[in-house]
Nanobody, 123 residues
Framework: QVQLVESGGGLVQPGGSLRLSCAAS????????IGWFRQAPGKEREGVSC????????YYADSVKGRFTISRDNAKNTVYLEMNSLKPEDTAVYYC????????????????WGQGTQVTVSS
């Protein structure tokens, strides 16, 4: 059974850090680009970051550049999103998804999705 499971979300104060994980089962992540997206209440899902399958190239939305870091551990079949200097506007449900193509910020190009993990940044 193909499955993606996100974890690591929670409540954190502004300026704090969290590390999200996206673990795959039933297939190998090696051949996929993995994207992190987020959706805040009343807003559309937006692309946050992506890591390619070929050379490990990484991409970030302008709003998170310098604060978030995406990485992958193919041995563990897991992708991570390290989030530092968190802001209240980072509050959202975070999802990981896979695409067999190149990294993209277009959600419809992703074929598998996890169930999401809630990140809340608040004092």
């Amino acid at each position: 059974q193909v499955q993606l499971v996100e974890s690591g979300g929670g409540l954190v104060q502004p300026g704090g850090s969290l590390r999200l994980s996206c673990a795959a089962s039933g297939f190998t992540l090696d051949y996929y680009a993995i994207g992190w997206f987020r959706q805040a209440p009343g807003k559309e899902r937006e692309g946050v970051s992506c890591i390619s399958s070929s050379d490990g190239s990484t991409y970030y939305a302008d709003s998170v550049k310098g604060r978030f870091t995406i990485s992958r551990d193919n041995a563990k079949n897991t992708v991570y999103l390290e989030m530092n200097s968190l802001k209240p506007e980072d509050t959202a449900v975070y999802y990981c998804g896979t695409t067999p193509g190149r990294c993209s910020g277009l959600g419809y190009l992703y074929d598998y999705w996890g169930q999401g993990t809630q990140v809340t940044v608040s004092s």
